[in-house]
RNA sequence: GGAGGGAUGGCCGAGCGGCUGAAGGCGGCGGUCUUGAAAACCGCUGGGCGGCGACGCCCCGCAGGUUCGAAUCCUGCUCCCUCCGCCA
């Protein structure tokens, strides 16, 4: 949510910035609405004072054992024109709240302008594609030779975009968990946390899932909780509706979650296999820092990321999301893309974002300032560290050999028992 | 699921319907004292909205209601705690 103060006094500027998104939403109406509430608002509060002033004056009459009932007459009045007066005013703020709920976060200044998703600059490439002296073969029917990945089943126990996973490919999401996790914790200062995997609609509003992308999301059917569609919702929703001490920030946390997205929309988009499934896991990283900081904080958030796919050496690059590709609560994104040798292209794997103050405010994120005592709005970051299913896909694929095995990154084999090639059983 | 009890500021904790945005304590900040620190003493110290400002308004879990006036009374909801039952 933007501050409503600037978007009454910069107008223009937000309207820029939403043409710049390719968005449909204008601002026409709003300084109206604007207006006609604080119109309202001035109205209401001076028959407030009044009958205060008043209330305050028959506590005292009666006090001193004075007639106040004359005065208590008139009071009658006033309180019920009061109530007429205070009746249109829900019915403004709540206009007024769907309109800055609907607006989406300012892009940042150096987030390059783009329709979509090719017009993202790339920012640096690591690491060089293989070159393979043999047919590749896709992550679908690499696990089914090597009977880890079960889609069939999968379909049968619940239903498409879902996968079951076994024996080596089990071991093997889990080595992932538990390497990213522990590079993370000992390596880069974040903190483990292991949040609930639903989350209430409050929770959804402070990191702006609700109120507009409701339909991406699985609801527990008779409840407010919704499965969480990334570990972002519940950990960033930790320090929701609190005023941080200035020198415990910046926050580092980082999580293990399945994520669960209903994906509608994406009908026929990545059918096949695990690149796109109604649940996944994913390791996440949040950060809650100063404003100051929260640039400086993206690019060590986004290389934190990058260290996973260095050290499995897995080749990527990394673009900046233009304008029109960013995300509603984003102000600037970098994805991570990984080399994917079956489709002979880059697909993200990472997603990492500052909302600046967008989540703070809804949220109500802040932080006391030492010198001042002043609270001030906190920014937010996240970042995926990494999406697990994709980087089974990665690795499967980016690790494959002629004779359908696979082997293990160096890296994961502590993780793994020491298994350096995983072949069918 | 059944029976009780509770929800007040950064924390703890008072609060006969008017003098309570809220006693008192802790914590924090500033000061006196001290070579320095501690102790002691003094003062300050919730969040938000509107206004250039003086100032005004709102907030005692949430939402309604009663009343001239609600933290205080009434209704509904949410959450927490204790005991019993069930259960991984």
């Known amino acids: 949510m933007l501050d409503l103060k600037f978007v009454r006094e910069n107008v223009a500027i937000v309207e820029e910035a939403l043409r710049k998104r390719r968005s449909s939403l204008t601002l026409d109406g709003f300084l109206a609405l604007d207006k006609a509430r604080r119109e309202r608002l001035v109205e209401v509060e001076g028959m407030r004072a009044e009958r205060n002033a008043a209330s305050e004056e028959i506590g005292r009459l009666r006090r001193e054992k004075k007639d106040a009932s004359e005065l208590m007459e008139r009071m009658k009045a006033l309180s019920n024109r009061l109530k007429e007066a205070e009746a249109e005013l829900p019915t403004i703020e709540r206009k007024m709240e769907e309109f800055l709920l609907a607006i989406p976060n300012m892009p940042d200044p150096t987030v390059p302008d783009g329709a979509g998703e090719e017009d993202n600059p790339v920012v640096r490439t690591w690491g060089t594609p293989r070159v393979f002296s043999f047919p590749v073969k896709d992550h679908v029917d690499l696990g089914a030779a090597l009977d880890i990945l079960d889609f069939d089943r999968a379909v049968k126990i619940t239903g498409g975009r879902f996968c079951l996973s076994k024996g080596a490919g089990a071991l093997l999401e889990r080595a992932l968990i538990n390497f990213m996790l522990d590079v993370h914790t000992r390596e880069h200062g974040y903190l483990e946390v292991l949040p609930p995997f639903m989350a209430n609609s409050a929770s959804f509003f402070g990191t702006g899932q609700l109120p507009k992308y409701e339909e991406d999301l699985f609801r527990v059917a008779g409840t407010d909780y919704f499965l969480v569609p990334t570990a972002e919702v519940p950990v960033t929703n930790i320090v929701r509706d609190e005023i941080l001490a200035a020198e415990t920030l910046p926050l580092k946390m980082t999580a293990y979650t399945p994520c669960f997205r209903a994906e509608a929309g994406s009908y026929g988009k990545d059918t096949r296999g ?27 958030l986004t290389d934190d990321a990058e260290e996973i796919l260095r050290r499995l050496d897995l080749p990527y690059r990394v673009v900046t999301l233009c304008t029109g590709d960013i995300g509603f609560s984003s102000a600037k994104t970098y994805d991570i893309e990984v ?61 494959q050999r002629e004779d359908g095995t696979v082997d293990v990154p160096e890296a994961l084999r502590p993780y793994m028992g020491g298994l350096a090639r995983i072949t069918k059983r």
């Open 274 to 300: 695990m690149i796109r499934q109604h649940q996944f896991n994913k390791v996440e990283m949040v950060k809650i820092c100063r404003p100051e900081e929260s640039a400086q904080e993206l690019e060590k």
């Open 339 to 399: 080399w994917i040798p079956s489709q002979g292209r880059y697909r993200e794997i990472s997603s990492c974002s500052t909302f600046t103050d967008f989540q703070a405010r809804r949220a109500k994120i802040r932080f006391r300032e030492g010198a001042s005592g002043k609270t001030r709005l906190a920014h937010t970051l996240n970042g995926s560290g990494l999406a697990v299913g994709r980087t089974v896909v990665a690795i499967l694929e980016n690790y």
